[in-house]
């Protein structure tokens, strides 16, 4: 059975830090390229971060360059999302997906809220 598991959502105050992980079962993790992606309420989900099977090339979102790190360990099947300097706009439910060709599988959402 194909999961993915996202942890490490919550509340955090601007300029604060969350690190999101998305553990993945039933696939083989290292042939899939992995993908954060997010959607706040009344928007479009919009891709992060993004990394390859092999972890070697990354792509961010520009709302996200230089705040976020996208990483994976393929020995545990699991990929991360360091966040730093969060901001409010970065509030939104938190998706993990694994795509090769047209294979892709979905995690369940982790909710990050950035308040004060």
């Known amino acids: 059975q194909v999961q993915l598991v996202e942890s490490g959502g919550g509340l955090v105050q601007p300029g604060g830090s969350l690190r999101l992980s998305c553990v993945a079962s039933?696939?083989?993790?290292?042939?899939?390229?992995m993908i954060w992606y997010r959607q706040a309420p009344g928007k479009e989900r919009e891709l992060v971060a993004r990394?390859?099977?092999?972890?070697?090339?990354?792509n961010y979102a520009d709302s996200v360059k230089g705040r976020f790190t996208i990483s994976r360990d393929n020995a545990k099947n699991t990929m991360y999302l360091q966040m730093n300097s969060l901001k409010p706009e970065d509030t939104a439910v938190y998706y993990c997906?694994?795509?090769?060709?047209?294979?892709?599988?979905w995690g369940q959402g982790t909710q990050v809220t950035v308040s004060s």
């Open positions: 990394i390859r099977s092999g972890g070697g090339s990354t």
């Open positions: 039933g696939f083989t993790f290292s042939s899939y390229a």
């Open positions: 997906n694994a795509v090769m060709y047209s294979l892709q599988y």
